[in-house]
C-alpha cells in the first residue's frame, strides 16, 4: 500500500486541520469504499424495490442470493487473492513485468473454472426447482464475483486504489439503475440487473490492468510453479475468509436462528441486519488503522531495514525498532480510541437509528456485541498486516486456523446457550486470537534483529 502511504503522509505532513481531516477521509474511503459501495447497493435495491416486487419474498430471497454470491466468491478466491498479490510484487520488484498480465490471465482462467464449476453443481443439486433464468444468473454472477474480486487484488498490489474506487462508484450506479430498471420482473429481473451491472464493473477494473500492463505472451503459469508459490498464504487467504463468514454461516444453518429462503440458501432475521450494520459502523476503525499503519509504522519500517543495509550502528537500528513498535502501538489505540466513540453513539442514538430504519429497538443489545466484535475484527486485521510486514506468514496462518475454529465452537456455544448470548461467541474468538496475536507480534519484535541478520 505504498502509494496510498505516500499520499496519507503528503497530507498529514501540513499540520493543519484540513489536511488530517482530508487524509483520514481518502483512508476510510479507500479501505472500506467498495464494500460500503456494495452493502449500500444490495440495501437500496431492496428498500426501492418494495413497492414493484409482489410479492415482497422476492426481494429477500434476491438480498440472500447475493449474499451468498459474494460470501463464497470471497471464500473460493481466498486461496488465490494472498498467494497472487506477492507473486506480483515480487514480479515487480525483480522488473519482470512482463510475467505480470500474462499470468493475471491464467489466475483468472483459473479462477473461472474453478467457480463455474462450483456453481454449476450447487445450481445443479441444491435448486432444481428454481427457474432456469435464476440458475444461469447465479453461475454467471458468481464467476462474475470470483473474477472481480482477482481483479480487485491484482490493482491493490499495483497501488491502483483511486481506479479502484471509481470502479466501484460507476459499476455499483449500474447495478443499482439496472436491477431497479428490471424489478418488476421479480427475481430474474433484480438478479439479472445485480449480474449485469458486476459485468460491467468487471469490464471496467479488466480496462484498467489492460491498459498497465502489456506482455509478448498472452498467458503463462509461473504462478502456479512450486518455487513461486507460497502455499501459507494461499491457506491464510482461505482461512481468514472461512473466519470472517464462520459465525454467519453458523447462524444461517442452526436451525434454532435460521431459515430456508431459496433452495439451499438460509438466513437468520435474528442476526443477518445487526451484523450488516455494525461492519458499516466500522469504517472510521479502518480509517485509523489505515492513516496509523501507512503514515507512521511503513516509514519506520523502511527507516530500520535501510539501516540494516547500510551498516548502521547497533544503536540507530534499536532506535528505529523501538519507533515501529511504538507506532504499532499508537496504531491500535487510534482504533481503540475511535471505536470507543462509535459504540458511545450507538448507545446513544442507536434506538433512533434502527426506528429510523424501520427495525425493532429488541436488536439494540445484539447490535451493540455486533460493533464491538466488528471493531476487533478491524484491530485483528491490523496486528495481521504487520505480521504480513515481517513476513511471518506461518504465525498468521496459525491465527486466521485458530479464527476460524474459536469463530465457529463459541457461536454454537452461543446459540446453545440461548438468544441472550448471541454474538458473543463471535466477539468471544476475536477477543481470543487478538490477544495470541499481540503476544505473537510482541515475540516477533523482540527478537527482530536476531531475525534480521541470522536467518537470512
Not at 90 to 118: K, M, P
Not at 203 to 227: C, N, Q, T, W, Y
Not at 245 to 269: C, M, N, Q
Not at 293 to 314: K, M, N, P, Q, S
Amino acid at each position: 500500500m505504498a502509494g496510498i502511504g505516500f499520499e496519507l503522509r503528503k497530507l498529514m505532513r501540513r499540520n493543519t486541520l484540513s489536511g488530517v481531516a482530508r487524509a483520514y477521509l481518502y483512508a476510510g474511503v479507500i479501505s472500506s469504499g467498495p464494500m460500503i459501495l456494495s452493502c449500500f447497493g444490495i440495501l437500496i435495491i431492496g428498500v426501492l424495490s418494495l413497492t414493484v416486487v409482489v410479492p415482497t419474498v422476492l426481494i429477500t430471497q434476491f438480498q440472500v442470493s447475493v449474499t451468498y454470491m459474494i460470501a463464497c466468491s470471497l471464500i473460493v478466491t481466498g486461496p488465490l487473492q494472498l498467494a497472487f498479490t506477492r507473486f506480483v510484487s515480487d514480479r515487480l520488484f525483480e522488473e519482470r513485468d512482463d510475467l505480470v498480465i500474462s499470468n493475471y490471465r491464467a489466475v483468472q482462467l483459473a479462477c473461472t473454472v474453478a467457480s463455474g464449476l462450483i456453481a454449476v453443481v450447487a445450481m445443479g443439486f441444491g435448486f432444481r426447482t428454481e427457474p432456469l433464468g435464476y440458475r444461469i444468473l447465479m453461475i454467471a454472477g458468481f464467476v462474475i464475483a470470483s473474477n472481480i474480486w482477482i481483479a480487485v487484488i491484482f490493482l491493490s498490489s499495483v497501488k491502483q486504489y483511486r481506479q479502484i474506487l471509481l470502479s466501484f462508484a460507476i459499476g455499483y450506479t449500474f447495478v443499482v439503475g439496472l436491477t431497479l430498471s428490471l424489478n418488476r420482473h421479480g427475481i430474474t429481473g433484480l438478479l439479472g440487473g445485480f449480474v449485469a451491472g458486476h459485468a460491467i464493473l468487471f469490464a471496467l477494473l479488466s480496462g484498467i490492468v489492460h491498459r498497465h500492463f502489456r506482455s509478448p505472451r498472452f498467458m503463462s503459469f509461473e504462478v502456479f510453479d512450486r518455487k513461486m508459490m507460497y502455499p501459507s498464504l494461499a491457506w491464510v487467504g482461505l482461512m481468514f475468509n472461512l473466519g470472517v463468514w464462520a459465525d454467519k454461516f453458523v447462524f444461517w444453518y442452526v436451525p434454532e436462528t435460521g431459515t430456508r429462503v431459496i433452495g439451499w440458501f438460509h438466513a437468520s432475521l435474528i442476526y443477518d441486519i445487526p451484523v450488516f450494520l455494525a461492519y458499516v459502523c466500522v469504517m472510521p476503525a479502518m480509517a485509523a488503522f489505515l492513516v496509523r499503519i501507512e503514515a507512521d509504522f511503513v516509514e519506520y519500517y523502511d527507516a530500520f531495514y535501510d539501516a540494516v543495509r547500510t551498516g548502521a550502528t547497533l544503536q540507530r537500528i534499536h532506535a528505529m525498532r523501538d519507533m515501529m513498535v511504538g507506532s504499532v502501538r499508537a496504531g491500535l489505540y487510534e482504533i481503540i480510541k475511535v471505536q470507543v466513540v462509535t459504540l458511545l453513539l450507538i448507545v446513544a442514538f442507536g434506538a433512533a437509528l434502527l426506528g429510523a430504519l424501520r427495525i425493532s429497538s429488541l436488536y439494540l443489545p445484539l447490535l451493540l456485541v455486533d460493533v464491538i466484535a466488528a471493531s476487533l475484527q478491524v484491530l485483528f486485521l491490523g496486528l495481521l498486516n504487520v505480521l504480513f510486514y515481517l513476513d511471518a506468514r506461518r504465525e498468521v496462518l496459525r491465527l486466521t486456523g485458530l479464527f476460524v475454529l474459536l469463530n465457529t465452537g463459541f457461536t454454537l456455544l452461543s446459540i446453545k446457550i440461548g438468544p441472550e448470548a448471541y454474538g458473543y461467541g463471535f466477539a468471544a474468538a476475536l477477543v481470543a486470537v487478538t490477544v495470541v496475536a499481540v503476544r505473537t507480534l510482541d515475540r516477533k519484535f523482540a527478537f527482530l534483529e536476531y531475525e534480521t541478520y541470522m536467518l537470512q
